[in-house]
T-cell receptor, first 116, second 113 residues
Framework: GAVVSQHPSRVICKSGTSVKIECRSL??????MFWYRQFPKQSLMLMAT?????????EQGVEKDKFLINHASLTLSTLTVTSAHPEDSSFYIC????????????FGPGTRLTVL | DAKTTQPPSMDCAEGRAANLPCNHS???????VYWYRQIHSQGPQYIIH???NNETNEMASLIITEDRKSSTLILPHATLRDTAVYYC??????????????FGQGTELSVKP
């Protein structure tokens, strides 16, 4: 099956710093990648949809200047949490899909971000 | 908002069938029913999906009612490794929504020895 990786798997940073999370599709080309956030004991919340070579589409209430998304190639999307604060501590998960997101989404293993 | 309703939790004995219900009474004609599961601290895993016919794969079976307002995911012989949160999601394949998955609260399935 299709494999999606994320790096790092876990990161701890100081408040005010920026953190970059990578999402890679290892054995297929992903025209669309999705970024989710999950707080403890809660469900996944879709943050944004990114299509290769174009600007990401953010869900309502998600600050695009705080969560910078880049999808520069068909196998890599990055999420940068800028000026991170403790309330940004969460589990960040990406997924990748082909054909504009109409097919199954394959999820990465997630990145645990802890902001001190 | 999620368009599905699931019981928050269920228990199942190891080796028995696990039947997970899902209500999606407002489903549209072009929306599929998808099931994913999430084992603790991992990314979600695709299980199965269907439009109106029942579906079966190596992991599970999906039974969709004739009116499409509800469905049941069946794990025929549950094992301890099937303990996870199971999400039922209705989703348009393609189109303007780009295939977004909107997760509800899911059902936390506990398989017990």
């Amino acid at each position: 099956g299709a494999v999606v990786s994320q790096h790092p798997s876990r990161v701890i940073c100081k408040s005010g710093t920026s953190v970059k999370i990578e999402c890679r599709s290892l054995d297929f080309q992903a025209t669309t990648m999705f970024w989710y956030r999950q707080f403890p004991k809660q469900s996944l919340m879709l943050m944004a949809t990114s299509n290769e070579g174009s600007k990401a589409t953010y869900e309502q209430g998600v600050e695009k200047d705080k969560f910078l998304i880049n999808h520069a190639s068909l196998t890599l999307s990055t999420l940068t949490v800028t000026s991170a604060h403790p309330e940004d501590s969460s589990f960040y998960i990406c997924s990748a899909s082909t054909s504009g997101g109409s097919n199954e989404q394959f999820f990465g293993p997630g990145t645990r971000l802890t902001v001190l | 908002d999620a368009k599905t309703t699931q019981p928050p939790s269920m228990d199942c004995a190891e080796g028995r069938a696990a039947n997970l219900p899902c209500n999606h009474s407002t489903i549209s004609g072009n929306e599929y029913v998808y099931w994913y599961r999430q084992i603790h601290s991992q990314g979600p895993q695709y299980i199965i999906h269907g439009l109106k016919n029942n579906e079966t794969n190596e992991m599970a079976s999906l039974i969709i009612t004739e009116d499409r307002k509800s469905s049941t995911l069946i794990l025929p012989h549950a094992t301890l490794r099937d303990t996870a949160v199971y999400y039922c999601i209705v989703r348009v394949a393609g189109g303007n929504q780009g295939g977004k998955l909107i997760f509800g609260q899911g059902t936390e399935l506990s398989v017990k020895p």
